[in-house]
């Protein structure tokens, strides 16, 4: 596990992608036991595949041709009815507005709270790091602990503290719940790739008279890049995703998107549009998707690390 | 795991001893200004509401947090309510046979991918890109798959198998099988990014080794790769299982509690008291049942993993 954890920074954490076969390899190709192997696998893609298709496939319908009840069969006439209605005018329980709303809502609930939340564990990494103070190596173990607590405990207490702040109900809210429960695994992330930096530049800049800022924007800041990536990626799904908290703290106008469509399916009224619904939920699901196959190997990366955890 | 932060407040104890406390405070300085947020995550939210939702499950708060002490009267009703039981029941079948078989199918997709197969990117791209959709997108997809009429059974009906059933999401005996249809999709390939990276932190040697003493492949597998493996799978354990304490989004979206009540979970219970029953007291001890629940799985592990020598990655 430990070696595990210094391998996020810029070595691949999938422990090596395939290490480079040794030697030609003369064997016929359809040996029995490759054919097991690769059946249990394409079971298994299927397995994983079949949902994306159904969900895909049933957004293109009309709905008289879902009622005739064949989930496999391709779209007759494809068409983006149901995506155009899931966007603008399907009806959340209250309102019928579509996802657009929650959709913007999410991109304004994602960019500020990954952005404060990756500067602020980046600071915590560095100053874990770099200027280590009495206490904190404890802050930082309560911190890793604590990211198991299951969020419930933490969240009627904090739904009182939003309340006296005066934010509960806003944007402000979630991104600072957000802030606050990224940054465990966040700061994680950046002090062990802190760690994995040589010490002797900073000790250099150290003497040399810069400051806690200056080391951090001029000398740390430029060499995290690959680290960066990966909170991001880490964050942008991770906040995307999240329910709980945007329920909870964001407030009926708020909602983000994965609420929003929640209540489409779950809390409409009237006989369901299941094409509608599958149209919505690609729609959700199509950002988290970009990332994950933009990133690629990065998305590893992220995942990997986020695993080690302590 | 509160005590331990009490002394870092110790400023004020050292006050008639001005040196210390010149030293205690401004040392470092412009780091523990930086540092602020964390320490107020720390204190504030992992420190304090743990505390305060422990100290408030003690009272008879309704609709607002204000209650007089009761002592364990909020876990007595707990315990009575109907609703609590079948929710704890469903997390501890739920959650033995989620875990089991990630485990499992994690460790047998990494076994089987780490056999220098060709398309070894493509098979792992399709195996993880369920960890990257939310349990909203996953509970709805499975929703609609499994629905009765229209769904897998209906189709496979409407085909001529005339008598094949599959309506798992309505019937209450079944209804956690179809969440462990869902949560497997969603977290299997997760398991096996984990499992892959523990199966090639073995050393090539091993292998060789093995095979010159003419040990069958399964049986190094067994006999030797997963004891040196130990740590990964401790890791993966750890993880899975403090998922699945907090599983919510998941119930919500794929059954929202039902048919019934069959499929209800302690996260759902502590919500619906907590926002909607006006109960405060009771989702309050509901939460700190599941926070003694995951001390019970962690209290074993950071004394396993940190407890003998201090020793820290």
């Given at each position: 596990m430990s070696q595990t954890a210094t391998m996020t920074g810029s070595a691949p954490v999938a422990s090596g992608e395939v290490v480079e076969a040794r030697g030609p390899r003369p064997k016929p190709f359809f040996t029995p036991r490759k054919i097991i192997i690769y059946s249990v696998l394409v079971m298994f893609s299927l397995y994983y595949l079949f949902p994306l298709y159904v969900m895909v496939v049933t957004s293109l319908k009309t709905m008289p041709e879902i009622r005739f009840g064949n989930i496999f069969a391709l779209p007759q006439a494809p068409n983006f009815d149901a995506w155009v209605k899931a966007w603008t005018?399907?009806?959340t329980g209250l309102t019928c507005q579509g996802l657009s709303p929650g959709f913007w809502n999410s991109v304004k609930i994602t960019i500020p709270s990954t952005i404060v939340s990756i500067f602020i564990a980046a600071v915590n990494g560095y100053a874990l790091i770099n200027w280590r103070f009495k206490g904190s190596e404890i802050f930082f173990a309560i911190l890793i602990f604590g990211s198991?607590?299951?969020y419930q405990v933490m969240l009627y207490p904090l739904v009182m503290i939003t309340r006296e702040m005066g934010i509960f109900g806003s944007l402000q809210a979630v991104i600072l719940i957000h802030t606050v429960f990224g940054m465990p695994i966040l700061t994680l992330l950046f002090r062990n790739y802190f760690a994995s930096l040589p010490q002797e530049l900073f000790k250099a800049a150290r003497v040399d008279g810069a400051g806690f800022w200056r080391i951090f924007f001029e000398i740390m800041l430029p060499m995290s890049l690959p680290i960066f990536v990966v909170a991001l990626i880490l964050q942008i799904t991770g906040i995307w995703n999240d329910f709980l908290f945007g329920v909870v703290f964001a407030g009926t106008q708020n909602y983000p998107m994965t609420v929003q469509l929640n209540n489409i399916v779950n809390s409409a009224q009237g006989t369901p549009e299941y094409n509608v619904n599958m149209a919505a939920t690609v729609l959700t699901g199509l950002v988290p998707l970009t990332v994950y196959f933009v990133s690629g190997k990065w998305f590893v990366r992220g995942v990997a690390a986020g695993a080690v955890k302590g | 795991m509160a005590d331990t932060a009490v002394p870092l407040e110790a400023g004020a104890e050292t006050a008639h001893r001005p040196g210390l406390l010149k030293r205690i405070l401004f040392h470092n300085l412009p780091a523990k200004i930086a540092a602020l947020p964390m320490m107020a995550t720390v204190l504030v939210v992992f420190v304090g509401c743990t505390i305060w939702t422990v100290y408030y499950s003690f009272t008879n708060s309704?609709?607002?947090?204000?209650g007089k002490f009761v002592g364990f009267d909020q876990y007595e009703r707990l315990f009575q309510t109907s609703r609590w039981n079948v929710s704890v029941t469903n997390l501890v079948a739920y959650g033995a046979m989620s875990l089991v078989f990630t485990l499992v199918i994690g460790f047998i997709l990494a076994v089987l991918i780490d056999q220098k197969i060709r398309f070894e990117s493509a098979f792992r791209t399709i195996m993880l890109?369920?960890?990257?959709?939310s349990f909203i997108v996953t509970g709805l997809v499975w929703q609609w798959i499994m629905n009765p009429t229209l769904g897998l059974q209906g189709t496979l009906r409407n085909l001529g198998w005339s008598n094949f059933s599959f309506d798992w999401i309505a019937n209450p005996r079944m209804v956690l099988f179809a969440m462990l249809i869902a949560g497997l999709w969603h977290g299997t390939g997760f398991c096996m990014v984990l499992m892959l990276a523990g199966l090639r932190g073995v050393d090539e040697e091993v292998w060789k080794a093995a095979r010159v003493d003419g040990i069958p492949t399964w049986r190094t597998y067994v006999s030797i790769v997963i004891p040196m493996m130990r740590g990964v799978l401790i890791t993966a354990i750890v993880i899975l299982g403090s998922g699945i304490v907090r599983l919510y989004d998941l119930v919500v979206a794929l059954t929202n509690g039902g048919p019934g009540i069959s499929s209800e979970v302690p996260a759902k219970y502590v919500f619906n008291y907590m926002f909607s029953g006006g109960n405060i007291g009771q989702g309050l001890a509901a939460a700190t049942m599941m926070l003694l629940t995951v001390l019970i799985i962690m209290v074993p592990w950071a004394y396993l993993e940190f407890g003998g020598k201090g020793k820290r990655t």
């Open positions: 005018s399907a009806c198991f607590i299951p | 309704k609709l607002l947090p204000t890109y369920p960890f990257a959709l």
